[in-house]
């Protein structure tokens, strides 16, 4: 099974830019589909964006479109997210997902088999 660790963290102003990581081991990447998730305080997890394996296709919640940029290395082993012109609201622990055996990556937490244990991302206003 595979194993995902995020980083790329931090606190950042509002209008500012973070990049996400998150590197896979112990198994074949290209074999999953992936996906982001947030979750801020108090609240459920929630899907931010999501790609299939070979990278073709992606995925986007409304409130990150035209904002965020999901993409993925797999010679790299890993997924990454590009986030700009960062919103308060974007605050919470960003978590990356995988999950096998699907042509069209799932957009709900419960799609996937794997997840990584989280990144910090603060936006202040």
């Known amino acids: 099974q595979v194993q995902l660790v995020e980083s790329g963290g931090g606190l950042v102003q509002a209008g500012g830019s973070l990049r996400l990581s998150c590197t896979a081991s112990?198994?074949?990447?290209?074999?999953?589909?992936m996906g982001w998730f947030r979750q801020a305080p108090g609240k459920e997890r929630d899907f931010v964006a999501a790609?299939?394996?070979?990278?073709?296709?992606?995925n986007y919640a409304d409130s990150v479109k035209g904002r965020f940029t999901i993409s993925r290395d797999n010679a790299e082993n890993t997924l990454y997210l590009q986030m700009n012109s960062l919103k308060p609201e974007d605050t919470g622990i960003y978590y990356c997902?995988?999950?096998?055996?699907?042509?069209?990556?799932?957009?709900?937490?419960?799609?996937?088999?794997?997840w990584g244990q989280g990144t910090q991302v603060t936006v202040s206003s």
């Open positions: 997902a995988a999950r096998t055996k699907v042509v069209l990556p799932p957009t709900t937490p419960g799609g996937y088999e794997y």
């Open positions: 112990g198994d074949t990447f290209s074999r999953y589909a």
């Open positions: 790609i299939t394996w070979g990278g073709s296709r992606t």
